[in-house]
């Protein structure tokens, strides 16, 4: 399976940035889909950003224009660029991969332990 460590987060006043990172590790996988979905308290978890190992990538309409994906396919590493953070970007960010077992071929989605963003003055 795939094990994920997130880094980057922390608190910021409005307007500021923040770059949040994800490496994955593990073997016997391929994996696909790297992305970042965050949290808000008292909200459900919500899509921030994807990225395919072919380079698409999609936002929600929240954050397009502001937020920027990459990933390093070599490195199994995905980072997020967050620029002119608003107070409701604040919420805990879960790193997500979407990966294919190179034994079973099954499909499976593996979760980071979630990192705290807060934009707040």
Do not use: H
Not at 15 to 35: H, K, Q
Request: net charge positive; with cysteine; hydrophobic share 30%.
């Amino acid at each position: 399976q795939v094990q994920l460590v997130e880094s980057g987060g922390g608190l910021v006043q409005p307007g500021g940035s923040l770059r949040l990172s994800c490496a994955a590790s593990g073997s016997g996988f391929s994996i696909n889909v790297m992305g970042w979905y965050r949290q808000a308290p008292g909200k459900q978890r919500e899509l921030a950003a994807t990225i395919t190992s072919g380079g698409s990538t999609n936002y929600a309409d929240s954050v397009k224009g502001r937020f920027t994906i990459s990933r390093d396919n070599a490195k199994n590493t995905v980072n997020l660029q967050m620029n002119s953070l608003k107070p409701e970007d604040t919420a805990v960010y879960y790193c997500n991969v979407r990966a294919r077992d190179y034994d079973s071929w099954v499909d499976f989605a593996s979760w980071g332990q979630g990192t705290q963003v807060t934009v707040s003055s």
